[in-house]
């Protein structure tokens, strides 16, 4: 870690510089803040669905016992209510309940051990260094090959959450994780000035950034620009995208396929377990008979019956998906707060490095950073090699223009060209 600071004016926080090595579990803890309240929201709901089920549950048990003990009193119906729920009739209540208990209980550690998988399976789990300057309008950014630069009116906050410092970003899936680790008592403290200045409605670049921001900016007038204004549509085709990663399309092949091998071993398992839990059951010599012949007579068709669910799932996955991404990316538009007209964003193609400028921010990456160009329906991606694609709409370019970028993208990337995806997408 290195902090240089330098003097700032009467008033202002004094420039500094903080360097750290950013590692893959920085990356998910910094996913876990970005998307906090989404993780809390899915935890809540999962305990929301069990209460409802062990409401419905009780009930069924009530009436049953309630019918069993009529004309006999409260005391005789607590009895049979109470016997029923430790007997076999409790059965689906603990079957029901202790796995949503333990979900729930385990759902951050579950939610930290995908974050880690899917950067694995995109090869993001690398360390690389981050390198930062805080100045009084704001902040650069580099990592690499890509430099960011933040004003002040985009940056939401400081959050310490004890193991990182967490700079918010508005109106970005995004944050800026400092480990604490590896903060000096001076980076403490100059951040903390440095917070208190940089307010929403603080100094800083508008488009461009000043001069002091940036070490190399491009050089001369950009090949080609365009620009467009996002909506909950481009959100959701990036979680598309997501969806349809080759890993996570392998998963979800083994999952059906795993999926179809228990829905097959469900029936007879439930019932020996049944069996077993039987206090009046018949010997096994007696049992196993029967149930040898159940598969011949009744099982086969449980069994069909739960594959044909499990058909009909697989069918309406596509389906399920989109829904979920355009449910998801409008929550995720809807978190916006700046007026639309100012969180448009515009790209400049120079020969050595594409750029992208939004309100408050600045965007330029190298372009050996980026393996080429994807097609996805009317959607293009930028396969950055750092993190998330770049995702620039056709309707972003003037006519005629898209295929002049992709010739560009070809030549400045070493790619063949553009890769047309959409027809890939499948379950």
Same mark, same amino acid.
Not at 104 to 115: D, E, N, S, T, W
Not at 400 to 406: C, E, I, P
């Given at each position: 870690?290195?902090?240089?600071?330098?003097?700032?004016?009467?008033?202002?926080?004094e420039t500094?510089?903080?360097?750290?090595?950013?590692?893959?579990?920085?990356?998910?803890?910094?996913?876990?803040?970005i998307?906090?309240?989404?993780?809390? #929201?899915?935890?809540?709901?999962?305990?929301?669905?069990?209460?409802?089920?062990l409401?419905?549950?009780?009930?069924? #048990?009530?009436?049953?016992?309630?019918?069993?003990?009529?004309?006999?009193?409260?005391?005789?119906?607590?009895?049979?209510?109470?016997?029923?729920l430790?007997?076999?009739?409790?059965?689906?209540?603990?079957?029901?309940?202790?796995?949503?208990?333990?979900?729930?209980?385990?759902?951050?550690?579950?939610?930290?051990?995908?974050?880690?998988?899917?950067?694995?399976?995109e090869?993001?789990?690398?360390?690389?260094?981050?390198?930062?300057?805080?100045?009084?309008?704001?902040?650069?950014?580099?990592?690499?090959?890509?430099?960011?630069?933040?004003?002040?009116?985009?940056?939401?906050?400081?959050?310490?959450?004890?193991?990182?410092v967490?700079?918010?970003?508005?109106?970005?899936?995004d944050?800026?994780?400092?480990?604490?680790?590896?903060l000096?008592?001076?980076?403490? &403290?100059?951040?903390?000035?440095?917070?208190?200045?940089?307010?929403?409605?603080?100094?800083?670049a508008?488009?461009?950034?000043?001069?002091?921001?940036?070490?190399?900016?491009? &050089?001369?007038?950009?090949?080609?620009?365009?620009?467009?204004?996002?909506t909950?549509?481009?959100?959701?085709?990036?979680?598309?995208?997501?969806?349809?990663?080759?890993?996570?399309?392998?998963?979800?092949?083994?999952?059906?396929?795993?999926?179809?091998?228990?829905? #097959?071993?469900?029936?007879?398992?439930?019932?020996?377990?049944?069996?077993?839990?039987?206090?009046?059951?018949?010997?096994?010599?007696?049992?196993?008979?029967?149930?040898?012949?159940?598969?011949?007579?009744?099982?086969?068709?449980?069994?069909?019956?739960?594959?044909?669910?499990?058909?009909?799932?697989?069918?309406?996955h596509?389906w399920?998906?989109?829904?979920?991404?355009?449910?998801?990316?409008?929550?995720?538009?809807?978190?916006?707060?700046?007026?639309?007209?100012?969180?448009?964003?515009?790209?400049?193609?120079?020969?050595?490095?594409?750029?992208?400028?939004?309100?408050?921010?600045?965007?330029?990456?190298?372009?050996?950073?980026?393996?080429?160009?994807?097609?996805?329906?009317?959607?293009?991606?930028l396969?950055?090699?750092?993190?998330?694609?770049?995702?620039?709409?056709?309707?972003?370019?003037?006519p005629?223009?898209?295929?002049?970028?992709g010739?560009?993208?070809?030549?400045?990337?070493?790619?063949?060209?553009?890769?047309d995806?959409?027809?890939?997408?499948?379950?």
């Amino acid at each position: 870690m290195k902090s240089a600071p330098t003097q700032g004016e009467s008033g202002e926080p004094e420039t500094f510089i903080i360097e750290t090595v950013i590692g893959l579990e920085d990356r998910v803890a910094a996913a876990m803040f970005i998307y906090q309240d989404l993780f809390r #929201a899915a935890r809540q709901r999962l305990l929301a669905f069990l209460l409802v089920v062990l409401a419905l549950l009780l009930a069924m #048990a009530g009436h049953t016992a309630w019918q069993a003990t009529a004309g006999q009193g409260f005391i005789a119906f607590l009895s049979r209510l109470g016997g029923d729920l430790l007997g076999l009739g409790g059965l689906p209540i603990a079957l029901i309940s202790i796995p949503t208990l333990i979900g729930y209980l385990l759902q951050p550690a579950i939610v930290r051990r995908r974050l880690r998988r899917w950067y694995r399976d995109e090869q993001r789990d690398q360390p690389f260094p981050l390198v930062v300057q805080f100045w009084p309008g704001g902040l650069t950014s580099s990592a690499n090959i890509h430099v960011s630069v933040i004003a002040c009116r985009r940056v939401t906050g400081v959050v310490w959450t004890g193991s990182h410092v967490m700079i918010g970003l508005r109106d970005l899936e995004d944050v800026i994780a400092l480990p604490e680790r590896d903060l000096t008592r001076e980076d403490r &403290a100059h951040l903390r000035q440095w917070s208190a200045f940089c307010h929403a409605a603080g100094p800083g670049a508008v488009l461009d950034p000043p001069a002091h921001a940036l070490q190399n900016p491009p &050089a001369g007038d950009p090949l080609m620009s365009m620009g467009y204004q996002p909506t909950a549509a481009d959100r959701a085709a990036g979680l598309a995208w997501q969806m349809e990663r080759p890993a996570i399309r392998r998963r979800r092949r083994n999952g059906f396929a795993l999926a179809f091998i228990l829905t #097959a071993l469900l029936p007879p398992a439930l019932m020996v377990l049944l069996w077993l839990l039987d206090p009046e059951r018949v010997p096994a010599r007696y049992a196993a008979p029967l149930l040898a012949e159940m598969f011949a007579t009744d099982f086969w068709q449980w069994i069909l019956a739960l594959w044909a669910v499990t058909g009909l799932l697989l069918l309406i996955h596509p389906w399920l998906r989109r829904r979920q991404a355009e449910t998801l990316g409008a929550r995720l538009h809807a978190r916006q707060t700046n007026p639309a007209g100012q969180n448009a964003v515009s790209f400049s193609v120079y020969p050595d490095v594409l750029v992208w400028r939004q309100d408050g921010l600045y965007n330029q990456v190298d372009w050996k950073g980026f393996d080429g160009l994807e097609r996805r329906g009317d959607d293009v991606f930028l396969i950055y090699r750092g993190g998330d694609p770049v995702l620039i709409p056709a309707r972003a370019f003037p006519p005629g223009q898209l295929a002049a970028f992709g010739r560009e993208v070809a030549r400045r990337t070493g790619m063949s060209g553009a890769r047309d995806n959409a027809a890939e997408a499948g379950a």
